[in-house]
């Protein structure tokens, strides 16, 4: 199964900025649909974004405009660029490849905290 470790989480302020990390174990990254994922203290685990092989994306209509999913295949890594945060975006931030349905790729990351608070 393909591996995922999620970086660059962290404490901000509401209206702040985060660019998270996601970095991909595997040498077929480049053809896999790509999501972010976050799961909030008491509550299911919810999509963000999508990004596919042809870097088409999908958002989650509480982060359009705010947030932007993007992929450096070379790298093997997806990115969550986070803008004018709120405190309801704070939550444990994880990536997966969507597979099928309702399955995943990949192996659950430890993901990581996204905090929004003044």
């Known amino acids: 199964q393909v591996q995922f470790v999620e970086s660059g989480g962290g404490l901000v302020q509401p209206g702040g900025s985060l660019r998270l990390s996601c970095a991909a174990s595997g040498s077929l990254f480049s053809i896999y649909t790509m999501g972010w994922y976050r799961q909030a203290p008491g509550k299911q685990r919810e999509l963000v974004a999508l990004?596919?092989?042809?870097?088409?994306?999908n958002y989650a209509d509480f982060v359009k405009g705010r947030f932007t999913i993007s992929r450096d295949n070379a790298k093997n890594t997806v990115y969550l660029q986070m803008n004018s945060l709120k405190p309801e975006d704070t939550a444990v931030y994880y990536c997966?490849?969507?597979?099928?349905?309702?399955?995943?790729?990949?192996?659950w990351g430890q993901g990581t905290l996204v905090t929004v608070a003044s």
């Open positions: 997966n490849a969507p597979h099928g349905s309702g399955g995943y790729l990949g192996v």
């Open positions: 990004i596919n092989s042809g870097a088409l994306t």
